[in-house]
């Protein structure tokens, strides 16, 4: 659906994107995360046709779109960071006025307009000027706009930053449901949260350059040679530490705090003969959880920031 | 057809969002009037049919200019701007609607005077065929100009200071106030490079018979300025607002 390749943005001495190349498949929603500043914005400017690439190839479903930006522009929704719709006009007015800059004929954008108005629970609103919503209702409506006229793609830049808890989880709910319809997605955010629930691959950028790219489970694995289980029990079992080790060889066995136990092996553990070894011992295990590396992990192992600087960029954790 | 739509789009809702506002509204029309009373009374054994034809220039000049650049800086600075130029539309078509919604607002202006006028004198033997597209050629090459400054400025002040930094000299070296030829020699040559002062020639053949160039020539010299200006507003809005 679209292939960046070599993709570089400079601005005089500055380099704001330097040679990156992905690609997003049909059907996906792809993350791109990364600080302020990492050249999240350029890149995304770049593929919508609102900057022109100092070098690189953008193709969005077969369209160059440094050569033909408007014919690729006419199948993108776009949402910016901040809401650029008409303060003066109402949300009713708005949608349609959106809708007319593809060309669709009254009748059509206004029946669109209303469908959107709905489905984005803010048919109440319709009426009330652009001026008069709050930051949720402002980056809903932007989203409907985005969507007027049945994009092949939509590029969401940072949904959900500086909006509330509520209206968040909407627009998280809402991108999970375009794309269960079959739209393709392209967010940026600096929630590495949000990335987790809902992106199926996700691409780190830092200081212009992709660090790490893949799914989930991909990036996971990049980082992390092993397993690991951690056991909750009755009692410690701190006097057991070396029986435990001769009993699984090649695991490391550490005990934790509040009678809990690690065991990390290079291969996978499979618990009822750990839970046998406690049975025999007399100890009962109330817990058991396979600890994995969290996407947070993954990020500040591959980025070398610290998630608490994302964090502390525009509005915090959720 | 897809084009049409969004031209009429956009120049509908920029009449419905920014011209007919009551403060332009009353702008419109207080502006060209207080003018007219200005002249009547500096000058009361002027008769208002030599007034006209500089009133009428000095209401588009002023009702076009800054109304572009403002309304556009405005858009930019609330980004909504940016909304036109993502859209699958030619950046001519955006251009040219912006344009005509100053383009037709400074055409009212124009004949604001004209109607104050109508209750005073006979109007009737003026060349309005002339006048018209005069008016409308004028309007066109101040709503450029307007662009120009709405492609350099960043802040609405910046546009609004712009604007009167261009409009005030050419007012002065149109020849409205001041003929061509009384001024000093070496301010001259600007004068002719000012596409006001043909607008302002056509205008005083038109209505008082007092050109100093054929109207042929005035209406080409506009064309030219306005071809000029709608090709150098292309290539700064291709430079400035795609990065």
Known sequence: MVTVTNLKKTYGNFTAVDGISFDVQKGEIFGFLGPNGAGKTSTINMMIGLARPTAGEITISGIDVRRYPKKAQAIMGIVPDDSNLYNEMDGFDNLCFCAALYGMKREERESKAQQLLERFRLKEAGKRPFKAYSKGMRRKLTIAAALIHSPQILFLDEPTTGIDVESSRQIREMIVELKRQGATIFLTTHYIEEAERICDRIAFIKEGKIVASGSLPELMHSVSHGYAVRLVTDKSAQSLTGELQNRFKGSKVTIGQEHSVVIASSKRIVLLPVMEFFHEKGIEVYEAKELRPSLEDVFVKLTGIESSVLRKEKGGKR | ?243
């Not at chain 2, 009212?108 to 065929?129: E, G, K």
């Open chain 2, 1 to 243: 057809m897809k084009s049409w739509i969004a031209f009429w789009n956009i120049l509908k809702k920029d009449i419905k969002n920014y011209y007919l506002k009551p403060p332009n509204i009353s702008r419109g029309i207080i502006f060209p009037l207080s003018w007219t009373l200005m002249q009547l009374i500096r000058s009361p054994d002027k008769n208002v049919l030599q007034l006209l034809p500089g009133l009428m220039a000095m209401s588009v000049l002023f009702g076009t200019t800054s109304m572009l650049a403002v309304t556009i800086t405005f858009e930019r600075s609330g980004r909504s701007f940016e909304r036109l130029l993502l859209a699958p539309i030619s950046l001519n078509v955006m251009v040219l609607a912006k344009m005509a919604g100053t383009v037709l607002f400074g055409v009212f202006n124009a004949f604001v005077p004209v109607v104050f006028a109508s209750f005073f004198i006979d109007l009737s033997f003026a060349h309005w065929a002339v006048v018209l597209p005069a008016v409308l050629m004028i309007a066109i090459t101040s709503a450029l100009m307007g662009l120009l400054i709405a492609v350099s400025a960043e802040q609405v002040f910046e546009a609004q200071t712009l604007s009167n930094f261009f409009r005030f000299p050419m007012l002065f070296l149109c020849g409205l106030f001041v003929p061509i030829a009384s001024l000093p020699v070496f301010l001259r040559p600007l004068s002719y490079l000012l596409p006001l002062t043909y607008g302002v020639d056509i205008l005083k053949g038109a209505i008082v018979g007092m050109n100093a160039f054929s109207p042929a020539l005035s209406f080409g010299a506009l064309a030219f300025f306005a071809a000029g200006l709608f090709f150098v507003c292309r290539r700064q809005i291709n430079r400035r607002w795609i990065l």
